[in-house]
């Protein structure tokens, strides 16, 4: 009963805090690169400001991370 509330919040927490950088951006497939570059360009950092920073425990620096 009182265990589901904080369950929400930490899974909603949790799937966006995985997610946001995750969503791959358009890549061109057909470029044939190497496994790191195409990473590289299927991810993206979140723009850095102390919310971000703090509510991802900096994962909001995907490429990096």
Not at 5 to 18: A, H, K, N
Not at 32 to 37: E, F, G, H, I, Q
Request: with cysteine; charged share 15%.
């Amino acid at each position: 009963s009182s265990v589901y509330l904080p369950r929400y919040f930490e899974s909603t927490w949790f799937i966006w805090v995985t997610q946001m950088n995750h969503i791959p951006m358009d890549i061109d497939y057909d470029q044939n690169k190497d496994w790191v570059s195409t990473q590289l360009h299927a991810t993206c950092n979140v723009k850095q400001s102390f919310f971000n920073d703090w509510f991802t425990g900096h994962l909001n620096f995907q490429i990096e991370h």
